[in-house]
């Protein structure tokens, strides 16, 4: 899994979060920037995207990372639900959405 997250204590968080799974982190991202050259430079099987990055939001990230030919399953995460982002999740080729706030096993589902 790549984690693109700005936030450094998110993204320790879902390392906590991840530890006792059978899934890995791979790779961290702090911008959509470094999220592109991490995808074409590590192999993993799946993306948690958060939908505020610096540069750019998770959502144009994913639709950017399609465009490119980048098929890997993604997941937004956001701080706080946002009306229709689940919508504009999936328009983007996202699977799914979920919010930081949420129990660490909705994450792991």
């Given at each position: 899994?790549?984690?693109?997250?700005?936030?450094?204590?998110?993204?320790?968080?879902?390392?906590?979060?991840?530890?006792?799974?059978?899934?890995?982190?791979a790779g961290e991202a702090r911008s959509a920037k470094e999220a592109?050259?991490?995808?074409?430079?590590?192999r993993c099987d799946v993306l948690l995207v958060d939908q505020h990055l610096p540069d750019?939001?998770?959502?144009?990230?994913?639709?950017?990372?399609?465009?490119?030919?980048?098929?890997?399953?993604?997941?937004?995460?956001?701080?706080?639900?946002?009306?229709?982002?689940?919508?504009?999740?999936?328009?983007?080729?996202?699977?799914?959405?979920?919010?930081?706030?949420?129990?660490?096993?909705?994450?792991?589902?």
């Open positions: 899994m790549l984690v693109i997250e700005d936030d450094s204590i998110v993204r320790s968080w879902v390392r906590l979060c991840f530890r006792d799974s059978e899934m890995r982190v592109e050259e991490l995808v074409a430079r590590r750019r939001l998770g959502t144009e990230l994913v639709r950017s990372l399609r465009k490119q030919g980048v098929a890997l399953p993604a997941v937004l995460m956001t701080a706080s639900a946002e009306q229709g982002l689940n919508e504009t999740a999936r328009e983007a080729g996202a699977q799914a959405s979920v919010v930081k706030s949420s129990d660490p096993e909705r994450l792991i589902e």
